[in-house]
Every structure is written in structure tokens, then in C-alpha cells.
């Protein structure tokens, strides 16, 4: 049974153009939604993260969009730039006993110019 | 620097060999997790510690083994159980309590010849 289900699986956007990354979760005891970013040969790295007491969170180019009702959470990326041609992972967990991250399958993004 | 770091990079394995993959972390960090990557798939988790000389398997365990003699060692062993190895491992640790961000090495990447 799949925790995090991540769309779409790959993403081609022009330079400029607002990529939008989508996840749903199932386990209403998630309370920690990060993205991480990766790059061919490398390890991901934590891009933004947001918790459930809020809807929105910027921070620069990205955003996260989330919806507590509706168990989804989106990433934004504004203004994309061919620098951002990575995989994208979304993640949940529960803070409560300090469980592990469980990711989504990744979203491969494609910026062209 | 701290970090975490993951060695080798590259390692090949013969068919019926045990093969030990090296993660350290000097950031003190009390939660060790070892993700396996296969393209499409995302990271799948194999085993995770929480605290020295204590780990729990992951959702997919079968055919590796950890240990955690130490809190900044977690070595991952790939046994010639494991039928299919070939695929991209990562590391990651988390602060202990609190803690959410998960750091990444830089993985390692496997090859059954």
C-alpha cells in the first residue's frame, strides 16, 4: 500500500512557466510534508517543508499548497528555470515515535528554454 | 564540513557475494536510515536505527542486514540473499526528538556483474 502518491511522474515545462508537482497521503498522522530536490548522482536535498497548521508556504520560487480536508499537498515552482531540471520526491511522516520519512515515487522535471 | 558521507560510490558485486556499504555522520545525529532507489520507484526504505545498538526493518529488509555499534556508523550489507541488488542506495540521519529534516549522502551506487 502506497503512503504518498506522487504526480505526475514526469513534468516537461518552459523556461519561465510555473511547474506543479501534486501528492495525496492516506495516514491522517502525517504531520510533516517535505519536498526534496535530487540531481542525477546525487542525494536529495531538503528544498521547503510544511506542517498542517498552515495552508501555504513560499519561500522564494517555491510554494507548497497544502490541504488538510482533501489529504493533498502541491508544490510550486514559479518562474521555472532550466537549473531546476531535477527529480522531485514529496515525503510525509509523524512526528509522533519519530517514524521514518515515507517519499513518493519522484517527479522528473524538464525545464526547457 | 558536517555531513554525512557514503563510500564507496561505485561498487560492483559478483553473483553470491556479501558487499558492505560504509555511511558515517558527524552531526551528531541520533536516527540513521538506509533507502534503496530503483528509476520509477522511488526510496524505499530498508532498515532505520533510532538509537545505537537498536534498529527496525524497513519495508523492504529481505537479503540485507545493519548494524549500529556506533552513533555516527551505520554500514549497510547487501547478502547474496538479496536477488536483485543493482540499484542506487542512500543514507540519511535525522535529529533525534524533534529533529525532521533528513539528511542525505551522496549514495552509493551498486552493480551485480
Known amino acids: 500500500q502506497q503512503q504518498v502518491k506522487q504526480s505526475p511522474q514526469s513534468l516537461i515545462v518552459q523556461k519561465g512557466g510555473i511547474s506543479i508537482i501534486n501528492c495525496a497521503y492516506e495516514?491522517?498522522?502525517?504531520?510533516?510534508f517535505p519536498w526534496y530536490q535530487q540531481f542525477p548522482g546525487k542525494g536529495p536535498a531538503l528544498l521547503i517543508a510544511i506542517r498542517p497548521d498552515v495552508s501555504e508556504k513560499k519561500e522564494g520560487r517555491f510554494t507548497i499548497s497544502f490541504n488538510k480536508s482533501a489529504k493533498q499537498f502541491s508544490l510550486h515552482i514559479m518562474d521555472s528555470q532550466p537549473g531546476d531540471s531535477a527529480t522531485y520526491f514529496c515525503a510525509a511522516r509523524s512526528s509522533s515515535g519519530n517514524t521514518p520519512l515515507v517519499f513518493g515515487k519522484g517527479t522528473r522535471l524538464s525545464v526547457i528554454a | 564540513d558536517g555531513g554525512i558521507t557514503q563510500s564507496p560510490k561505485y561498487l560492483f558485486r559478483k553473483e553470491g557475494q556479501n558487499v558492505t556499504l560504509s555511511c558515517e555522520q558527524n552531526?551528531?545525529?541520533?536516527?540513521m536510515y538506509w533507502y534503496r532507489q530503483d528509476p520509477g520507484q522511488g526510496l524505499r526504505l530498508i532498515y532505520y536505527?533510532?538509537?545505537?545498538?537498536?534498529?527496525q526493518k524497513g519495508d523492504i529488509a529481505e537479503g540485507y542486514s545493519v548494524s549500529r555499534e556506533k552513533k555516527e556508523s551505520f554500514p549497510l550489507t547487501v547478502t547474496s540473499a538479496q536477488k536483485n541488488p543493482t540499484a542506487f542506495y542512500l543514507c540519511?540521519?535525522?535529529?533525534?526528538?524533534?529533529?525532521?529534516?533528513?539528511?542525505f549522502g551522496q549514495g552509493t551506487r551498486l552493480t551485480v556483474v
Open positions: 495516514n491522517t498522522a502525517f504531520d510533516y
Open positions: 536505527s533510532q538509537i545505537v545498538n537498536d534498529f
Open positions: 552531526l551528531n545525529h541520533d536516527a
Open positions: 540519511a540521519s535525522v535529529r533525534g526528538g524533534l529533529g525532521t529534516e533528513a539528511f
